[in-house]
């Protein structure tokens, strides 16, 4: 069975005035968007310089990483990508004090 296409992606090297709305803008060409945010520094609030776009359909999100990937917006070269699945981190226990410490 060949694998799915995720209606998710991965857009770096973003300007740092590039805002949720103007990502959204920039993509919309290609179709139906879901959501589209940038991840911000939680402190300051100011954008990392990449975010995510999700699409309704898996097409839409192929068309527009083959269309937006290594162009120059806002005089940044920008990448765009398959966002990849991430699992949530696992903390093992030590078996003797059932703590997330392990003890010498």
Known sequence: MAK?????LFV????????????RQLFSPFGQ??????IKDSQTQRPKGFGFVTFESEDDAQKAMKALDGKIVDG???FVEAAKDVEAPT???DENTHSHYKTS
């Open 4 to 8: 799915r296409f995720t209606t998710q």
């Open 12 to 23: 770096s090297r973003l300007s740092g005035y590039t805002t949720d709305q103007s990502l």
């Open 33 to 38: 968007i879901k959501e589209a945010r940038l």
């Open 76 to 78: 940044r070269l920008i």
């Open 91 to 93: 903390t093992k226990l």
